[in-house]
């Protein structure tokens, strides 16, 4: 999430990857520090009731699907907050497939636990808050591109517990036009099930679409040059899984080290975004705008604002909560120190929501307040950067997230007309 290279990227390979399927937040009742009483969604009795409503129609009929955007930094990227709340919704409200994904690894970075994806091929990579390199940067936050004309990427994807993530509808983000190889789509037997031209910018000037007649748990893309004189290149922006049921297609996007403001700048981010069609987006960051000297509140509610009117611009009709940082630490001169900046971080998105009668969930004071990052760390909850957590406290993250959302389903229901 920091955007210092120091930082090892074994922080994020070590938290665990196991969530549990309860939301009795009352068995965390041995950390007295967790403001349990704060816990709910503020401000979501008229900004979520068209997403409350969805979802209720969902869970009535047992048919149609609600799509949820997850944004955020390295707490999103490895997926365990958001994958702990991705589960939680699925179980209740079906599963419409694993959503959006990026092939971190072959970028050379840190990928969730419930797929993998391998290459040989040598790949050029980017993220988002590189925003002065090559390569502009699409829905996912991160670019990958090859100019290998036989690179090619494996993808597996693993289920979790209850909810198998096999796919039936696999949408491919990447750059079409004439100096773009087309891309084949192979099952584990190499047979070519599909190949994406990239001369096709019919249906998406980005995106291109392969249907299945069975559960695909396994596929590979190859780059293939139908064009000698001009094709040169390979890039993508991100893949998509689907199946054919009704329920919650929740997608993750993150990046680690990244703020408000490296989102707005993505070249690509918002017409990508579009084609996901989102019913809600929630954004969890700030933690990164924090770390670094003194906050700028002034600025930091701009950035906020550019990136919801991005948001909406992309899916106009979408819903949108934010999630305050996390307390956190920071370096100082005799090791680790409170950080006073998330503290204004977080009361800045909280006027920010209250200005724009948008939903919120502050994180932050449910956690415990300022100074309740140490309390976590000797319970054992946090990575030694206390910036981070472990497995066990992203668990918590999402039980306590999931418990307050559902508190607010619940309620809108109860006084449904």
Not at 273 to 290: C, H, K, P, R
């Amino acid at each position: 999430m920091i955007r210092s290279r120091t930082i090892a990227f074994i922080l994020f390979y070590t938290v665990v990857a196991a969530f549990a399927q309860t939301v009795d937040t009352s068995v965390y009742k041995q950390y007295v520090f967790i403001n349990k009483e704060l816990n709910r969604i503020e401000n979501d009795s008229t900004s979520l009731s068209s997403l409350y409503e969805k979802l209720y129609q969902l869970e009535q009929t047992k048919k149609g699907r609600v799509n949820i955007v997850h944004i955020g930094d390295s707490h999103i990227q490895a997926d365990h907050f958001s994958g702990s709340i991705r589960q939680k919704m699925q179980r209740k409200f079906g599963n419409a497939g694993r959503g959006l994904i990026f092939p971190y690894r072959v970028a050379k970075s840190n990928e969730p636990s419930s797929y993998k994806t391998t290459s040989h091929s040598t790949w050029d990579y980017k993220r988002n808050v590189f925003y002065d390199k090559p390569l502009p940067i699409g829905v996912s936050g991160f670019t990958i591109e090859s100019s290998d004309s036989l690179s090619e990427i494996n993808l597996l994807v693993k289920d979790q517990p209850g909810l198998g993530y096999a796919f039936t509808k696999f949408s491919l983000f990447h750059e079409k036009g004439i100096n773009n190889y087309d891309i084949t789509v192979c099952d584990d037997l190499n047979c070519e099930l599909k190949t994406f031209r990239a001369s096709d910018r019919t249906n998406n000037p980005f995106v291109s679409v392969a249907s299945f007649d069975k559960p695909m748990r396994q596929i590979i893309l190859r780059s293939k040059r139908t064009d000698t004189v001009n094709q040169n290149a390979t890039r993508i922006y991100g893949m998509l899984l689907e199946n054919d049921s009704s329920g919650v297609l929740y997608n993750m996007i993150g990046v680690n080290g990244a703020e408000y403001r490296h989102y707005n700048m993505s070249k690509y981010f918002k017409d990508q975004l579009s084609y996901l069609n989102s019913d809600l987006v929630i954004i969890s960051m700030g933690t990164n705008e924090a770390f670094y000297g003194r906050l700028d509140k002034d600025l930091f509610y701009k950035n906020i604002d550019s990136l919801v009117m991005n948001i909406k611009a992309a899916n106009p009709n979408t819903s949108v909560l934010i999630t305050t940082p996390a307390d956190s630490y920071k370096r100082g001169r005799k090791g680790r120190i409170k950080n006073p900046d998330v503290k204004v971080a977080k009361e800045t998105i909280i006027q920010y929501c209250k200005d724009h009668n948008m939903a919120y969930w502050d994180l932050y004071e449910v956690m415990g307040g300022y100074g309740s990052m140490g309390k976590w760390y000797l319970a054992k909850l946090t990575a030694k950067d206390r910036v981070h957590f472990t497995g066990r406290g992203y668990q918590i993250h999402g039980d306590l997230f999931y418990s307050a959302f559902l508190k607010g389903y619940e309620n809108y229901k109860k006084n449904r007309k």
